[in-house]
């Protein structure tokens, strides 16, 4: 009797080592590297090609994460190494008088399904008083496959300023979101802007910009985007003004 309990040990030890083991490997299974450029089309000839608005109703959402250097492991984490074929075509932008770089960044994050993927602040490119060219944000999420969301904007700014407002970076997570106070009489009446009214009941639009009087800005455009993603390939976000080419790889935990 007692010999056929001594054998049945060794069997239970192995069980809870695998069981452990594989806990161990469940909790980096949604954990990618994620490689991304955003940069400026500097052609001459596309600068007066269309027509934007100015009626961009910008703001950020309450659900937001800045990338960080060092951070829990749950959170976007910066990394100095980046996806080789990644590298070599940010290199290629970099060689070329046709683009410019404005944000340029590798991280590792744990992704989650859209609904509840935070956005990931982005800004880059040349400082304007409390502004830079390039503000927005991303949020990227897997669910069947990957999925990249885009609300970027690139601002011009210039001696003249014209019917834009550029809202502030949030800075603390309980800050609630900054109204954009330039609504035309065009845009009062879209489902975007009575969803904003309702989010924010005491907002009072003014009939002028609230930017600093240094940095007029003369122009912005958006890119807001939806793409669906597969890993291990190189995306490119096609815009007239500026792109967004980007790299998601899953990270892959060493056997011990």
Known sequence: MSTTVHRRYPTLLLVLLLGFSATAFAQNADRYH??????????PGNMYEED???????????KWVRLQPSSSSSSP??????????????????????YK?????SWEQ???ARKKSPAILIQGGKQFGKHYELEGYIRIAVERYLHLDTNLWLARFGSHA???????????YDEPEEPAPLVDEAFENSPEYLQFKQQNPGFQPSASPQQEADYPIEQIVVMKQ???????????????????????????TPKE
């Open 34 to 43: 994620i490689d991304m450029v955003v940069y400026a089309n500097n052609d």
């Open 52 to 62: 934007w608005p100015d009626n961009v109703h910008l703001r950020y959402p309450r």
């Open 77 to 98: 984490r910066i990394v100095d190494s980046s996806d080789p074929e990644f590298a070599k075509a940010a290199q290629s932008l970099r060689m070329s008088s046709r």
């Open 101 to 105: 770089p404005l944000f340029l960044a």
């Open 110 to 112: 744990d992704l989650q």
């Open 162 to 172: 014209g019917n834009y407002y550029l809202p502030q970076q949030p800075q603390s």
């Open 226 to 252: 939806q793409r669906r993603m597969r890993s291990d390939e190189l995306h490119f976000i096609d815009h007239p003004k500026f792109g967004v080419i980007v790299k998601v790889t899953k990270v892959v």
